[in-house]
């Protein structure tokens, strides 16, 4: 059963951080790659964040220079370090493959505000 799990999530204050992680089940992690999306409320879900099985990573340009994106081959695990975080990065953090092809999990609810 493909199962992704994302955790992590919190209440922060703007200019300050968050580890996101996300948990992969039921398919083989390595050969895939991942990605971090997020949906904000009343917007579309949004690519955040990419990285290949080799560890390339590709951003949008809202994050780049503030997040970072990370796996651990070994834990089928996914993680997203995220900085200097903005109001606008307030939303539900989602994990999938790039082409979004597995069940999508509940996300993980990340709120920047003062």
């Known amino acids: 059963q493909v199962q992704l799990v994302e955790s992590g999530g919190g209440l922060v204050q703007p200019g300050g951080s968050l580890g996101l992680s996300c948990r992969a089940s039921?398919?083989?992690?390595?050969?895939?790659?991942m990605s971090w999306y997020r949906q904000a409320p009343g917007k579309e879900r949004e690519l955040v964040a990419t990285?290949?099985?080799?560890?390339?990573?590709v951003y949008a340009d809202s994050v780049k220079g503030r997040f970072t994106i990370s796996r651990d081959d070994a834990k089928n695990t996914l993680y997203l370090q995220m900085n200097s975080l903005k109001p606008e990065d307030t939303a539900v953090y989602y994990c999938?493959?790039?082409?979004?092809?597995?069940?999508w999990g509940q996300g993980t609810q990340v709120t920047v505000s003062s």
């Open positions: 990285i290949s099985y080799s560890g390339a990573t």
């Open positions: 999938n493959t790039r082409s979004g092809s597995r069940p």
């Open positions: 039921g398919f083989t992690f390595t050969a895939v790659i």
